[in-house]
């Protein structure tokens, strides 16, 4: 079984730029999550979707993070523009729903570096 | 706001002798508990999870995890530990759907 593939594996970039991140989740799993985890810390969950629809992006900092899942598969998780706090790993995972008791399946993330 | 707390942020331990992480959560309602594991290199995995039913719970590779809902508690053990169990561990809570992570304790096991 495939598992969930991130795309870049690292990206450095300068403050104020602008960075994406892109997730595909294993065939078939409606819930998809993206996570912040800071150096030293554990995950801190951004968005969580159900097919395309938002279930929770309360953490989510909305003046500079987007992200979409257009057609409840793989989606895009953005930065813009960056700021020095940014700099973690982005991880994607999914499941097969989101009843609470799923087991995550995470990819092995994005590590970003804002100089 | 639900928290998860993890009391040791570093353990180091020979192989052989025993392990036991403590998490405690906050939140009062109905829960379900999960401990995730990093390996060095590789990707957080579940390694144990409780949703109801027997308060022990027995995971892969000799863990397990026991719930204390009158401590808010659900500590991992593991009797006897190899040099392989050298990882990062996270408890993990879920309430509203929502899961919420630990700080993660990093487990280095000694030859």
């Known amino acids: 079984e495939a598992g969930v593939a991130q795309s870049p594996r690292y990206k450095i970039i300068e403050k104020r730029q602008s960075v994406a991140f892109w997730c595909n989740p294993i065939s078939g799993h409606a819930t998809l999550y993206w996570y912040q985890q800071i150096l030293g810390q554990g995950p801190k969950l951004l968005i969580q979707?159900?097919?395309?629809?938002?279930?929770?992006d309360s953490q989510l900092p909305k003046d500079r993070f987007s992200a979409e899942r257009l057609k409840g598969v793989d989606s895009t998780l953005k930065i813009q523009p960056a700021k020095l706090e940014d700099s973690a790993v982005y991880l994607c995972?999914?499941?097969?729903?989101?009843?609470?008791?799923?087991?995550?399946?995470f990819g092995s993330g994005t590590q970003l570096s804002v100089l | 706001a639900q928290s998860v707390s993890q009391h040791n942020h570093h353990v180091i331990l020979s192989e052989a002798a025993s392990l036991e992480l403590g998490c405690n959560y906050s939140?009062?309602?109905?829960?379900?508990l999960f401990w995730y594991v990093q390996y060095p290199g590789q990707h957080l995995q579940l390694l144990l999870k409780y949703f109801s039913g027997d308060p022990l719970v027995k995971g892969i590779k000799g863990f397990e995890a026991e719930f204390i809902k009158s401590k808010f508690s659900f500590n991992l053990r593991k009797p006897s530990v190899q040099w392989s169990d050298t990882a990062e561990y996270f408890c993990?809570?879920?309430?509203?759907?929502?899961?919420?992570f630990g700080a993660g304790t990093t487990v280095t096991v000694r030859a």
């Open positions: 979707f159900q097919n395309n629809g938002v279930v929770d």
């Open positions: 993990a809570v879920t309430n509203d759907y929502k899961l919420s």
């Open positions: 995972a999914s499941s097969l729903s989101d009843g609470g008791n799923e087991k995550l399946f």
């Open positions: 939140y009062g309602g109905t829960v379900n």
